[in-house]
């Protein structure tokens, strides 16, 4: 893909900032915070602005390059659009996140969507609790 003639077929500019902000997303081999891309772009290009990869990183989920997810800490957190989706359990006693595929949600999805129209979007989720060994731990 090239991504210059996507993004103007899409309308938008292929700006530095939003090169280096999606080559940052892109190379986490995690998700990241957007203070972590701002850090990993401030190596390349000098420094940048948070709100500037704030914006950025909004631009380009609108445009279906990259995703957030609202883990435990409420802190956002982005990745890759092109991942295979996840959601995410988080524990409240030590911090642990693991990632589960959306269809363990589905039948969730189902009941929420016959018993209240409601269409959730598990992709974005966090489920907190507690895991299987703070549980081992704390019984």
């Excluded at 092109?82 to 959601?87: E, G, I, N, S």
Aim: charged letters at 25%.
């Amino acid at each position: 893909m090239d991504l210059g003639s996507d993004l103007r077929a899409k309308g938008k500019r292929l700006t530095v900032q939003r090169r280096l902000v999606l080559e940052a997303v892109q190379r986490a081999r995690h998700h990241v915070t957007a203070d972590e891309v701002a850090k990993r772009v401030r190596g390349e290009a000098g420094q940048i602005d948070p709100s500037t990869v704030y914006r950025n990183l909004e631009a380009l989920e609108e445009l279906g390059y990259v995703t957030h997810t609202h883990l435990g800490s409420r802190v956002t957190r982005w990745h890759r659009a092109d991942m295979h989706q996840h959601a995410h359990l988080v524990c409240r006693s030590c911090g642990a996140e693991d990632e589960v595929p959306v269809s363990v949600f589905t039948g969730l999805a189902r009941r929420l969507r016959t018993s209240h129209g409601f269409r959730a979007d598990l992709a974005h989720s966090a489920v907190e609790g507690i895991c299987r060994r703070c549980a081992v731990v704390q019984s």
